[in-house]
């Protein structure tokens, strides 16, 4: 997908928050082997490898847009690399943290993806991810419900954006049925506050509209985009917006 980093950034500190939650989790070690699964601009990796003494960290991620900003960070501790979380799976390298902050949601089949994402953890290491609860989040419904009326049906060619995002509950299995005994796993509301319906167009356009907007052109992406603010008009009247934003927090040992 083509990200952009400033408008991904207009909201670094609601974005900022999570991460913060993650890091409390981590179970910190001197010397470690680290690898941030979808970094993007590498500002949060610094901070994960600031807080893991004489650790070494990586920094993966799928668009160049982003990774042009993580050249400042690199450091003798910290080095980011161009790849997609599937081509890192593949890969037989092992760590003793494997971390990710609001990136695994892109990744489809997370019934196969989250245990090869498991085996890349050396025996007695960590996962700690963050990803948000997309079919809890009504500014994903709605922007499939837009997308199942004409004439944007026709135009995406009937796509919508199925997420792959499970239930608490199913991560929890999944984590013990690939040999955690110790986990956390909760769902928890990150309240946006927000000038007004504009606002939250521009936080929804820095992700989760990207994928619909790529697949349209010229009017017809104008179209869709206007809809799509007129709905989070009706939907979203009162100033400020009250969002209640929903993510999925994950920590196990291995």
Not at 32 to 37: A, E, G, K, P, T
Request: hydrophobic share 40%; charged share 25%; net charge negative.
């Amino acid at each position: 997908m083509a990200w952009n980093p400033e408008t991904y950034n207009q909201f670094k500190s609601e974005r900022f928050t999570p991460f913060y939650d993650l890091l409390t989790l981590v179970k910190v070690k001197s010397g470690m082997n680290v690898i941030d699964l979808g970094c993007g601009t590498g500002e949060l990796t610094r901070k994960l490898a600031e807080a893991l003494p004489d650790s070494v960290v990586l920094g993966i991620d799928s668009s160049e847009e982003m990774l042009n900003d993580s050249k400042a960070f690199v450091n003798h501790h910290l080095r980011f690399e161009r790849r997609s979380i599937e081509e890192q799976i593949q890969l037989d390298e092992k760590y003793d943290l494997v971390f990710s902050n609001a990136a695994v949601q892109w990744v489809e089949n997370h019934e196969l993806v989250f245990p090869k994402i498991i085996s890349m953890l050396k025996p007695g290491g960590q996962l700690v991810i963050q990803m948000p609860a997309q079919n809890h989040n009504i500014s994903n419904r709605m922007l499939n419900e837009l997308a199942a009326k004409e004439p944007f049906k026709s135009a995406l060619q009937n796509w919508t954006r199925t997420s792959p995002v499970l239930d608490i509950d199913h991560y929890a299995k999944i984590l013990y049925e690939n040999g955690s005994r110790e986990m956390t796993v909760f769902e928890k509301i990150y309240p946006l506050i927000l000038k007004d319906s504009s606002a939250l167009f521009d936080w929804v356009s820095g992700t989760a509209l990207i994928p619909f907007t790529e697949r349209l052109e010229g009017e017809m992406q104008e179209a869709f985009i206007e809809a799509y603010k007129k709905i989070l008009n009706g939907q979203f009247e009162k100033s400020p917006v009250f969002y209640p934003f929903k993510r999925i927090v994950l920590e196990a040992t291995f």
